[in-house]
């Protein structure tokens, strides 16, 4: 009997575990668990684009002028997010949905990027590798962060087109247009600079005769990209500069050294992700040593490789300089041309069985690593159902205008209730914005803002900022005489 070509042994095997996936994720977007911390606050940004037309989170009580959208991180790009609520109505589900159509998208970008710089093979495997990885399932979630990877391997194709081009304005008209990628998520950035990166590596190899050429491309890519920049930022960021200082200061270890920072960035990626980290790792001294050896061969084919391992390296250390420990996996678009090349090399070009036997085990350990997190966002555990009674109760006794006080993940359950406050993080921002809490401490101010509140409802659960916790207890015992337990015990009603 004659055996099936490589390629189609590798589709007949994946194809199943990629349609697992996919079927997992679609059921998880109907589920009733938190997938992601961050999903209140999109959700209650759409609520107050819904009722007002306004684009911040509005549970941060930020001064109501403000024109921010959402948390700073987004532009112009995160209005589709909210016209869909608009449109469909103020839902989680509006949002996971959106997600998954568009992470499903990044799924066939990732074979048409990386198919154009190496191989149909290569982008089978890529692809195949991402739909069936963690990667994939953390980015379905109501979140915005699968519009942005999409638009980021759009850049990245178009970047492979253009490099070639030998007139200018191309190059420049093209610096300016990856900006725009800047309106979907301020974490495009690192794929802008390892474009750059691209542009200039090929200026340093150029031959002598090119050079000058390869300089030119280099300042019209550069020229375009600084003069839209500057526009961006003075369009965003210039009249809401008081509010992101506010935020990017109070942020989940914006505060930490630049060492403690990367301490924690690289202990999470060995304890969260171990496999993801092996893989990774792997790839990257696999694919070097590739590139290196590919030179006796062909010289203009290493060179290509060579790019790939710096455009990676460059975006990844812009990355880390720039972002604080925060959903590194947003990396994929460049970390995909070395995983297809590295899973290439194996399957394709090694003759070693147990090498291939040993990285096959790897990718179903990934598989399984991938499915398991989407069941247990699917399971109910006690801690969800609980949450849902108590959002239950509070909505059958009270009217969506109450005032409530609760960790800003809450309010994908109580999504209508207009005045809900978060206990957590949120809860800093608008601190340095006002001139009666600045001269006070970050817990005093707090407290202030609750006293300030006064909310009828008190939801005391794990927030992001443990010192909130302490500081609605607090409030709590100097005013105890106005509060019960109410809805299951677990939360505290005004009498």
Partial sequence: MKSLPMTDRIFRIYLPFAITTLILSIIMIFSSSVLNWDEGYYLNTALGFVLDGTSYVRMWELPSDTALINGGGQGFGF?????????????????????????????????????????????????????????????????????????????????????????????????????????????????????????????????????????????????????????????????????????????????????????????????????????????????????????????????????????????????????????????????????????????????????????FFVLIIVWLRASAVAFDRIILNDEVTIDKNVAACIKDKYPIDTKVLAPGPKFIYLSKFINFLELGRGIKYAIPLSSDLRMLSEEDAAYKMILKADPAILWIDTTDWPESQWIAHKYLRDHFDKYEKCCLGKIYCRK
């Fill in 79 to 359: 209005y589709i997010y909210l016209l869909l609520h608009k449109i469909f109505g103020m839902n989680i589900f509006v949002g996971r949905i959106f997600s998954l159509v568009t992470a499903a998208l990044t799924i066939y970008a990732t074979f048409i990027y990386v198919k154009k710089i190496l191989n149909y093979e290569a982008a089978l495997l890529a692809a195949f590798f991402y739909s069936t990885s963690l990667i994939f399932v953390l980015f379905i979630n109501a979140r915005f962060d699968a519009p942005s990877i999409l638009v980021g391997f759009l850049i990245l194709i178009v970047a492979e087109n253009i490099r070639s081009k030998t007139t200018l304005i191309p190059h420049l008209l093209f610096g300016a247009a990856t900006v725009l990628s800047l309106e979907f998520h301020l974490q495009n950035s690192a794929f802008i600079f390892a474009i750059w990166i691209g542009y200039l590596y090929k200026f340093w190899i150029s031959t002598p005769n090119n050079k000058k050429s390869g300089f030119l491309k280099l300042l019209s890519f550069s020229l375009g990209t600084i003069t839209l920049a500057i526009s961006y930022v003075i369009l965003h960021y210039y009249r809401e500069f008081a509010v992101l200082t506010s935020i990017t200061e109070n942020c989940a270890m914006c505060d930490l050294k630049f060492f403690a920072k990367e301490v924690i960035r690289i202990k999470d990626l060995f304890t969260r992700y171990p496999v993801e980290s092996v893989i990774i790792f792997f790839s990257l001294f696999y694919f070097t040593a590739k590139a290196i050896l590919a030179e006796e061969k062909s010289k203009e084919y290493s060179s290509s490789l060579k790019m790939r391992i710096l455009m990676f390296l460059g975006g990844y250390l812009f990355f880390i300089v720039i972002f604080p420990p925060h959903r590194e996996f947003f990396l994929w678009p460049i970390f995909a041309p070395i995983i297809g090349f590295t899973l290439y090399s194996i399957f394709y070009e090694s003759k070693n069985k147990f090498l291939k036997a040993g990285v």
